[in-house]
C-alpha cells in the first residue's frame, strides 16, 4: 500500500519544521518560493506555519522529500534525502530525544524504539529484532511509507548514531516493502 492511499498517516511538526528549515538553508528567497510553489495547493502554508509538537498528515512530509530528491538530486533521490536526513534529524533529536541518546545506554534506548517511534509517527510500529551494544536490527511496519521515506531512516539511525557517541555506523536496509518484502528492517553495526 502506496502512504498516498492511506489518509491516516501523521507525522509530528517538528519534522516538517525541519525539513523547511534545511529547504530554506539551501535556497535563495526566489528560489524558495519556488520551491514551496510546487507543492499542492494549500500544503506550503500548512507546513510554514507547523507546531513542533502537533500532529500533520504524513503526505506533506512526503510531499517535501519528492520535491528536495528533484532539486538538489534528481540523478540519486536515496542520497538526496539522506543528506537531508543529516541535517534536519540533529534538529529533531535536539527537540525531542537528545537526553534519551546522549545519556542512556544503548540497550535501553533499544528497548524505548516503540515510544520513541510514536513520538515522531502514527500509526506504525517500530520493533527491535536484535541488540547489542553496537549492533540492532529494527523492524517497520504497518507503516505504509513511500519509497523515499526509507533513506530518511537510513539517515535518522545515521544521525542517532553519532548521537550516542559512535564513530562508525553502517546502517543497511535489509528488506523493503518497495521492493516485496513484508516490512522494510535495518541492520545497524556502530563502533
Not at 504524513?58 to 538530486?73: G, P, Y
Not at 520493533?127 to 511509507?145: M, W, Y
Amino acid at each position: 500500500m502506496r502512504s498516498e492511499d492511506n489518509p491516516g498517516m501523521w507525522v509530528r511538526g517538528i519534522s516538517l519544521i525541519s525539513i523547511s528549515r534545511y529547504v530554506k538553508s539551501k535556497l535563495d528567497p526566489v528560489e524558495i518560493k519556488d520551491f514551496f510553489s510546487r507543492l499542492p495547493e494549500g500544503e506550503a502554508e500548512t507546513i510554514l506555519s507547523a507546531e513542533k509538537s502537533e500532529w500533520y498528515p504524513f503526505m506533506l512530509q512526503r510531499h517535501l522529500r519528492e520535491e528536495i530528491a528533484a532539486r538538489f538530486n534528481p540523478e540519486n533521490p536515496r542520497q538526496a534525502i539522506f543528506d537531508m536526513v543529516e541535517v534536519t534529524a540533529n534538529y529533531e533529536i535536539t527537540a525531542f530525544l537528545r537526553v534519551i541518546l546522549a545519556h542512556l545506554p544503548l540497550k535501553l534506548v533499544l528497548r524505548r524504539l516503540p515510544k520513541l517511534w510514536d513520538k515522531m509517527y502514527r500509526p506504525g510500529k517500530m520493533t527491535l529484532l536484535e541488540g547489542s551494544d553496537n549492533h540492532a536490527v529494527i523492524k517497520v511496519t504497518e507503516f505504509a511509507h513511500d519509497p523515499l521515506y526509507c533513506p530518511t531512516m537510513d539517515g535518522w539511525l545515521t544521525v542517532a548514531a553519532r548521537n550516542m557517541g559512535f564513530k562508525k555506523i553502517e546502517v543497511r536496509e535489509t528488506s523493503c516493502i518497495h521492493r516485496g518484502d513484508e516490512a522494510c528492517i535495518w541492520a545497524v553495526n556502530a563502533e
